[in-house]
């Protein structure tokens, strides 16, 4: 496939698209000539995540996002939906096949982490990162398959993380999450390989989101300023580089295209979780 041009006439869908990597993914994926899907929320079912809050703005950040891009000359629309919510899942992909008719690759590009030692962790907190991290990869794969299946096949890629490759201190949660992604991910790739739809997981290292910005502010240490803890981090990486949206978004629009690849999970971390 020429990476360049190959996504016109193909529908992809972003789920948890409207800020962050996930945008990254969107733009990359419009530029490459496919009609993009971006869906989000606004509401989260559980305060326990690096919003510390309930109340984000990912559907109306999503709305803005395909308002510029569509302002370009690139098909992009907008959908709400709370990945781990079935019925507003279902109800994407209802809507999906009825406007669209097709589906050729589906992202689920979304997470939350939360900062607790396991000591102290609740069971609620536990279960609440845990969901988030991995109901939505569930669900959204559950949907996708009959319509990728339909449309002669595609492809399924799931966000996890460096986290869903190494293990981590405080955030055994959003770890077994993670690790649970890859572990999923592969299972299912071995299920629908006969169907020409193909799944694998990206694991995101060190990129400064929000996320990463919510976990310097518990990790920072005692007269550390924010920059230096930033080195820090960055010292975490054998490359000394931290990783960009747009480097995910690449490796995204590789994987969206490669027939022969599936069942993997391939980190973009600089080299943090090398054997």
Request: glycine share 10%; with cysteine.
């Amino acid at each position: 496939m020429d990476f360049a041009t190959g996504f016109a006439d193909k529908v992809a869908l972003v789920v948890g698209g409207g800020r962050g990597i996930g945008s990254a993914v969107v733009e990359e994926l419009a530029r490459r000539g496919a009609r993009v899907v971006v869906a989000d929320t606004d509401t989260l079912p559980s305060q326990y995540n690096h919003y510390q809050s309930t109340q984000v703005s990912g559907y109306a950040d999503a709305q803005k996002l395909a308002a510029r891009l569509t302002e370009e000359g690139l098909q992009v629309t907008a959908a709400q939906a709370d990945a781990t919510d079935e019925d507003q899942v279902s109800r994407l992909y209802a809507d999906l096949a009825e406007q669209a008719g097709r589906l050729d690759v589906v992202v689920n590009a979304f997470g939350v982490t939360h900062v607790c030692p396991v000591e102290r962790m609740e069971l609620a907190e536990f279960q609440r990162v845990v969901s988030g991290n991995l109901d939505g990869v569930f669900l959204s794969s559950k949907h996708a398959v009959p319509l990728l299946r339909d449309s002669g096949g595609g492809a399924i890629i799931n966000f996890s993380s460096v986290s869903g490759r190494s293990g981590f201190a405080k955030v055994a949660h959003y770890c077994a999450g993670k690790f649970g992604v890859v572990g999923f991910t592969a299972a299912l790739a071995q299920e629908v390989a006969r169907d020409g739809i193909r799944v694998n997981a990206v694991c995101p290292g060190i990129v400064r989101s929000n996320m990463w910005r919510y976990l310097l502010s518990e990790f920072v240490r005692p007269g550390e300023t924010e920059d230096e803890c930033w080195e820090r981090m960055r010292s975490m990486i054998p490359q000394r580089e931290f990783q960009t949206p747009k480097d995910l978004a690449e490796l995204v629009v590789y994987l969206a295209g490669a027939t022969k690849v599936t069942g993997q999970a391939i980190s973009v971390d600089g080299g943090m979780t090398a054997p």
